[in-house]
């Protein structure tokens, strides 16, 4: 998935969106449930649904260069390119997330 006017963002950003994916599942973390993220960067594992500190320190150190990436990615692109990136990213990561044969985030707990 490139990004025609900021093909170097996207791929920038796609990256570290599926390490991110990548990292959650390890942990058996849910990103996108509310204060999870606020949690991780405050270095609280009890997030975790299964233990891992190495997979949860990548994740908390990725978090916190994530937010560097995008402040920058704003700065050198703007607000509405990089949200326009943000949200192909996340849709063409919810489509492979419940595509059938993948690996279900959302189901992995219940």
Known sequence: MTNKANPQ???HLDAIADEL???AVACDVRLREPDVIERIIRDDES???RKNEIGFQKLRKLLMATYDSLGKAVDRIGPEETKAIIDA???H???RRDSPGNFDIKTQRD
């Open 89 to 91: 990213i996340t849709e």
């Open 93 to 95: 990561l919810e489509k």
């Open 47 to 49: 997030v975790c649904g």
């Open 21 to 23: 994916l990548h990292l």
């Open 9 to 11: 963002w996207t791929r």
